[in-house]
């Protein structure tokens, strides 16, 4: 609904655009039920990519870089300060090419390995499974393993089980003891495959449901009393069928997790540039990132008919912006740079995980480091913190929070004859303390955004905003403070109603005192 659009014009002066301040409402929606915001909801996703594990997070013990173990200890204190709650790896497409068993043992040992699907570089397998379990628990996260089913056996997926996993002697607990690591690291989130309709194997959903139900029979005991958390791959955007089939065909008690792929751009096949783009550009991307919201909710449906208790996640372990490439960069390697329409996707996309806790449990952002819609960037010894990162930064507020569902009427963001929801906002509270991430996607407009704080158990909040003077700009490896988290007073309460100014595509994130 539109209120009062329009209500305030101020024109600037030498041919600048006209801007109007429009406004929206956000209460409390009584009638909805709560949920707890899973944590997990706030993953990332590290996948053998470009530069996205060797000379990214990975350089090596021997590097000038400061690292712990080869790690840069840069990046594992940056992901520290964002209580990144688990971690997957190691794809992607590339899992359905990893033999785990390449990457254990001493380096100077281990095969080297063609990247086919990532601009066909050749890696030494120095970054194994020993230093990307020992990266999760150093940066206190959950490590989230992608098994092989495309090109892998049912065997060596359950003895990755039971090497990472298990404790009681065994030929696979041996051998780890025997690569220098005496207790497991206790892996509980397996992925069963990766987008099995493509680049895992170009299957039909009823063969790969057979076969997920194959490998999942034999990574636990009858009940699953490892406990276990199995991911079956999942649907590709809109791929209802897929859905419904996994659904319809896998015993409750054999899976955990359905997943959904699904990413922002501006058109597959011509995705433009990561930072020269145009309004239309952006509205385009901002419209496939809203679908998230259409897409998790005709999935859950689905869902629902077969598992009407919610027992099954749906776990969307691969999401985000996706550009062309830099120019000049390998165009296997994905690298982008990640400008205010990244920290918009950011922002709305995790407001409609959080609206959708119910179902949507766990979630992956793609990808970590300088691949996709990266967190972190690096140059040499220099690294950035993107406004992706600032975003989650932020909103870190609603991990394992609950959930209180929102009413809210939008003003339109309108281009070309087509209409967006301006503002987009999620809200919890946890351990007394109310959080409210609001986003308004307008590229010209401020949203007045009033906020009836009858039914909120806080009514004096403080503000940070995410914003900038262009939709384009980001920050540098010269300059990587052009946008970070600010203090914001642009907001004011009088009697039960908090009033915010919300700039033109800007993140404002609401904490109760």
Known sequence: MNINK??????LVCGSIVTAQTKSTISVDTKQPSSIISKHIYGHFAE?????????????????IPNSNGVRKDIINALKELKIPNLRWPGGCFADTYHWKDGIGPKNLRPTIVNNWWGGNTEDNSFGTHEFLNLAEELGTEPYLAGNVGSGEVKELSDWVQYTGKDTKSPMTDLRKQNGRDKSWNVKIWGVGNEMWGCGGNMAPEYYANLYKQYATFMTDWTNSDKLFRVASGANVDDYHWTEVLMRDIPRNMIEGVALHSYSFVKWDQKGDAVDYNEAQYFATMKTALKMDELVTKHSQIMDKYDPEKKTALVVDEWGGWYEVEKGTNPGFLYQQNTMRDAMIAGVTLNIFNNHSDRVRMANLAQTVNVLQAVILTKGEKMILTPTYHVLNLYKAHQDAKLIP???ESPEYKLNGESLKAVSASASEKDGVVTISLVNIDAKNTVETSINLKDFSKK?????IISSPKIQDH?????PNVIEPKEYKKIKTTKDILTVEVPPFSVVVLTSK
């Open 6 to 11: 329009f209500l305030k014009i101020s024109v």
């Open 48 to 64: 053998h990519l470009g530069r996205g594990i060797y000379d990214g997070i990975y350089v090596g013990e021997n590097s000038k």
């Open 406 to 408: 929102l009413q809210i």
């Open 460 to 464: 004096v909040f403080t503000a940070k």
């Open 475 to 479: 920050n540098t490896f010269d300059n």
